[in-house]
């Protein structure tokens, strides 16, 4: 199943913070987060390993509650270089699968 | 960081053709690879996972007759759309966890291998 990702699309003002949201319906052993820019392949921002966990990556962070089965990914003070697709992915045993995506667009 | 490449970059054939890429780890050994389809607008379909010295592992729905994987060395697998039609036009690309890793480790992408069947 794959996880599904809220919201779909978001439009910011540079500056301007955002939300991104992972939930899954199976039990989660990892979380991890992608940004592809249009035609080009996916690259890594980080993973989370455990439950409770949280990473930070200059102004992009993430929590991972693996109680609830999601994973949250966060976007603060935005800059033009934000924009993109970012997919969640779940490792589960052998299979990483990918979120169904949310498309941010920052603007000036 | 490490660096995976695919080849080519960008294919245009004739249905009825088959056509192969390429996905190679450039600086790390990678005994398992993972391909992925990516339709316009969509997320990334894991198609079927790569094992060094052994047969593929392929997703349900993935015809493995159509779309044959190689994993000839610890750095090299590849995928061959056999008799291509438009339908299987798309974004294909490989991953490669670090480090020998598995599939909770850092996948690492290639660039992407834009297909387009006529």
């Known amino acids: 199943q794959q996880p599904v990702q809220s919201p779909q699309a978001v439009i910011l003002r540079e500056g301007e913070d955002a939300v991104i949201n992972c939930s899954s319906s199976?039990?989660?052993?990892?979380v991890h987060w992608y940004r592809q820019k249009h035609g080009e392949a996916p690259v890594f921002l980080m993973i989370?390993?455990?439950?409770?966990e949280q990473k930070g990556h200059e102004k992009i962070s993430a929590s991972f509650n693996e109680k609830k089965q999601q994973s949250s990914l966060y976007l603060t003070a935005s800059q033009l270089s934000y924009s993109g697709t970012y997919f969640c992915?779940?490792?589960?045993?052998?299979?990483?699968?990918f979120g169904t995506g949310t498309r941010l667009q920052v603007f000036p | 960081g490490a660096v995976v490449s695919q080849h080519p970059s960008r294919v245009i054939c004739k249905s009825g053709t088959s056509v192969k890429i390429e996905c190679r780890s450039l600086?790390?050994?990678?005994?398992?690879m993972f391909w992925y389809r990516q339709f316009p607008k969509k997320s990334l379909m894991l198609m079927a996972t790569?094992?060094?010295?052994?047969?593929?592992?392929?997703e349900q729905g993935v015809e493995k007759d159509k779309f044959l994987i190689n994993h000839a060395s610890l750095t090299l697998s590849t995928l061959t759309v056999t008799s291509a039609h438009p339908e299987d036009s798309s974004f294909y690309i490989c991953?490669?966890?670090?480090?020998?890793?598995?599939?909770?480790?850092?996948?690492?992408f290639g660039p992407g291998t834009r297909l387009t069947v006529l």
């Open positions: 199976k039990a989660l052993y990892s």
């Open positions: 991953s490669a966890p670090s480090n020998r890793g598995g599939v909770t480790d850092t996948q690492y």
């Open positions: 989370l390993l455990k439950g409770g």
């Open positions: 600086d790390f050994q990678a005994t398992t």
């Open positions: 790569s094992n060094e010295g052994s047969k593929a592992t392929y």
């Open positions: 992915g779940t490792a589960n045993t052998d299979k990483l699968i």
